[in-house]
């Protein structure tokens, strides 16, 4: 099947880089991304594409070229379903916060609702593909629901999950170092593989594409985070052992790093790891192991979490205890609120959870984040319902200048590894603080003996 229409449903950090790249890699398929969200379909079409919604390095250009050619970007999301053979599905799939499964199981309600959109508007066959991360068997869900519900025509489900991580995320899809693709063993399940097949075949290799049945490729993703957020946590628990012990993360790190059957990358200690998905696919994965009856999988796995949650806590009560076991009306200044370097995106990030134990403790924190507004810091914090709005916009303040966010700070914690903040004038800096002026290096990102060196007290992660 010659493939000439695609419609992506959901328009966020995967809908939208995802498609942008294929748009630019395919300029024969026209590629048209629909999202509810009219405000953030606005920022999409905006001329200046220096104001699409998601900061990511690079992709500003890639819109810039495939928009209005063959990239199109729509509130309508009948029309886009109605014209195209594939249909990808890109919506949010956060953990439940009501009900059975409350705070581990996906909530599937936005997946359910594009399933039956789909199944209403469909008047042609159509190749339905899950970019979502979903629990394993999901495909069977919105398989039962288009055939029950649809117009009596033909519908090929495929997953294909993403494995972008964000702040990287165009350099991954131009150059994956795999697309999966699961689909049906039968003749039309493999038709409609081949078909999708194709269109990645436009720009990676054929020896990265892999082809599975469905359930392997849906549990692949689940496990792949998993593992992934797994080495950050064995990597952080170590940490404590290292402040401990004399030694330090960082040479552990390199050192086990260089036996090539543990490999080098994510090995990096941190104040703990952030992002929408790791936390919520583990918690999605115990929960599975646990609806299987599978404790034991299911408890092994859950332990990535308490670790990680064990690192954020561990992280803020260190800047207490050292700041003299109080840090009421001190001003403490964050580098960094974003989860992770080159994203605006906040969610989960270990920033927002050190700022609510610092607040608890009657702390003033000033922000400086390159690309996070303090709208959505407040947000953020709001989310988490510990106190009310009023309460946290006393609490914090964001910066637009580094330096005058230090101005006056008792301690200064880096929440991010932005590389701007190596470059600073940490003289500059000292000279405007309260003394002691601590530092809490939450990503090991700064140079340890050189701030010393200007008279700071300096904190690292597991050394
Ligand atoms: P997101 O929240 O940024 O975007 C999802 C979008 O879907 C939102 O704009 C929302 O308005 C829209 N939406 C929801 N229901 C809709 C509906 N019925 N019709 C039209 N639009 C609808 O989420 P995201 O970060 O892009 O993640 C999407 C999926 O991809 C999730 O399952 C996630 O786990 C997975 N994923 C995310 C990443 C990542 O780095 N963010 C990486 C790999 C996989
Ligand atoms: C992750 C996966 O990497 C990606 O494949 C998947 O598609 C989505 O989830 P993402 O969350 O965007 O991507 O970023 P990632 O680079 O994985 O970082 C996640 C968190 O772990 C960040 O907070 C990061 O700072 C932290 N991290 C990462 C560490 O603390 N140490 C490391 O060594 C690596």
């Known amino acids: 099947m010659k493939i000439t229409k695609i419609c992506c449903i959901g328009a966020g950090y995967v809908g939208g880089p995802t498609m942008?790249?294929?748009?630019?890699?395919?300029?024969?398929?026209?590629?048209?991304?629909?999202?509810?969200?009219?405000?953030?379909?606005?920022?999409?079409?905006?001329?200046?594409?220096?104001?699409?919604?998601?900061?990511?390095?690079?992709?500003d250009v890639i819109v810039a070229e495939a928009r209005g050619r063959n990239l199109f970007f729509s509130t309508n999301v009948d029309k886009a379903i109605d014209e195209a053979q594939i249909i990808f599905i890109s919506v949010n799939t956060p953990t439940k916060t009501y009900g059975k499964g409350k705070g581990m199981a996906a909530d599937l309600k936005y997946i359910e609702l594009c399933a039956r959109q789909i199944a209403r508007v469909a008047k042609d066959n159509k190749i339905v593909v899950e970019k979502s991360t979903l629990p394993v068997r999901t495909a069977e869900a919105i398989k039962s629901i288009l055939d029950n519900t649809g117009n009596g025509v033909q519908f090929q489900i495929l997953s294909n999950p993403e494995f972008l991580a964000e702040g990287t995320a165009v350099t991954d899809l131009l150059h994956p170092d795999r697309i999966l693709?699961?689909?049906?063993?039968?003749?039309?399940?493999?038709?409609?593989?081949?078909?999708?097949?194709?269109?990645?075949s436009n720009w990676v290799p054929a020896a990265k594409i892999l082809t599975t049945n469905v359930w392997s490729s849906e549990l692949s993703k689940l496990t792949a985070n998993a593992f992934l957020a797994q080495r950050i946590s064995s990597i952080n628990a170590m940490s404590e052992l290292c402040e401990k012990t004399g030694a330090d993360v960082n040479e552990v790190a390199k050192a086990i790093g260089m036996d090539s059957r543990i490999g080098s990358k994510f090995l990096k200690a941190s104040v703990g790891f952030g992002g929408s998905c790791f936390q919520k696919d583990i918690l999605n994965l115990v929960y599975i192991a646990k609806s299987y009856g599978l404790n034991a999988v299911a408890d092994y796995?859950?332990?990535?979490?308490?670790?990680?949650?064990?690192?954020?806590?561990?992280?803020?009560?260190?800047?207490?205890?050292?700041?003299?076991?109080?840090?009421?009306?001190?001003?403490?200044?964050?580098?960094?609120?974003?989860?992770?370097?080159?994203?605006?995106?906040?969610?989960?990030?270990?920033?927002?959870?050190?700022?609510?134990?610092?607040?608890?403790?009657?702390?003033?924190?000033?922000?400086?984040?390159?690309?996070?507004?303090?709208?959505?810091?407040?947000?953020?914090?709001?989310?988490?319902?510990?106190?009310?709005?009023?309460?946290?916009?006393?609490?914090?303040?964001?910066?637009?200048?580094?330096?005058?966010?230090?101005?006056?700070?008792?301690?200064?914690?880096?929440?991010?590894?932005?590389?701007?903040?190596?470059?600073?004038?940490?003289?500059?800096?000292?000279?405007?603080?309260?003394?002691?002026?601590?530092?809490?290096?939450?990503?090991?990102?700064?140079?340890?003996?050189?701030?010393?060196?200007?008279?700071?007290?300096?904190?690292?992660?597991?050394?």
Not at 31 to 59: C, F, H, K, Q, S
Not at 181 to 196: F, M, R, T, V
Not at 355 to 361: G, K, R, V
Not at 397 to 424: G, V
């Open 20 to 59: 942008a790249v294929i748009a630019q890699k395919c300029p024969e398929i026209q590629v048209t991304v629909v999202d509810l969200n009219e405000e953030r379909i606005a920022a999409w079409n905006d001329t200046d594409t220096a104001n699409i919604p998601i900061y990511e390095p690079g992709l």
């Open 181 to 200: 693709i699961g689909g049906d063993p039968s003749e039309e399940g493999k038709k409609a593989i081949q078909a999708l097949v194709d269109v990645y």
């Open 301 to 463: 796995w859950e332990q990535v979490i308490i670790m990680n949650d064990h690192q954020k806590r561990r992280f803020s009560n260190s800047i207490v205890q050292t700041l003299y076991n109080t840090v009421s009306d001190k001003k403490i200044t964050f580098l960094g609120w974003a989860f992770k370097k080159d994203t605006n995106d906040t969610r989960e990030s270990a920033a927002i959870y050190v700022a609510d134990d610092l607040i608890n403790e009657h702390a003033k924190i000033a922000v400086y984040d390159p690309k996070v507004s303090n709208k959505k810091i407040l947000g953020d914090l709001n989310y988490l319902e510990t106190r009310n709005a009023e309460a946290n916009a006393n609490s914090v303040r964001s910066f637009l200048d580094p330096y005058e966010a230090c101005q006056q700070a008792h301690a200064i914690a880096i929440l991010t590894e932005w590389d701007e903040f190596i470059h600073y004038d940490w003289q500059k800096i000292y000279d405007s603080m309260q003394k002691p002026a601590f530092i809490f290096d939450g990503r090991n990102l700064l140079n340890g003996p050189e701030l010393k060196a200007i008279g700071f007290v300096y904190q690292a992660i597991g050394s």
